[in-house]
């Protein structure tokens, strides 16, 4: 089991930060890989970043090079620094946790972080 927990959602103008947290905990939680999503209002959730196992980033289209994530292993969290924050980016943001045993998987979702862009 893994339990995922997001925090640093907030408020900000167009143009500022907000930096995301993703704490993963349990029995599986150090393997885990973990992953950030968004649900913006009306439209389904989107992939929008995730580590792969050599450290790099991957990102989607719409926050390449103003989104970052990185990780602290020894905390099993990972992190999603957003800059240059624009009004498309209001979303609920999630962390997914993705753990294998054996040939399976398994994902957990924590609840969300609200991120609102407005004047």
């Known amino acids: 089991q893994v339990h995922v927990a997001e925090s640093g959602g907030g408020l900000v103008q167009p143009g500022g930060s907000l930096r995301l947290s993703c704490a993963a905990s349990g029995s599986r939680a150090r393997d885990a890989a973990l992953s950030w999503y968004r649900q913006p209002p ?9 580590l792969s196992g050599s450290g790099k ?3 989607a289209d719409p926050v390449k090079g103003r989104f970052t994530i990185s990780s602290d292993n020894a ?3 990972v992190y999603l620094q957003m800059d240059s924050l624009k009004f498309e980016d ?14 399976r998987f398994y994902e957990y979702w924590g609840r969300g972080t ?5 004047t």
């Open 42 to 50: 009306g439209k389904q959730r989107e992939w929008l970043a995730s």
């Open 57 to 59: 980033g991957d990102y």
């Open 75 to 77: 905390k099993n969290t």
């Open 90 to 103: 209001t979303a609920v943001y999630y962390c997914k946790a993705t753990a294998s045993v054996g040939v």
């Open 114 to 118: 609200q991120v609102t862009v407005s």
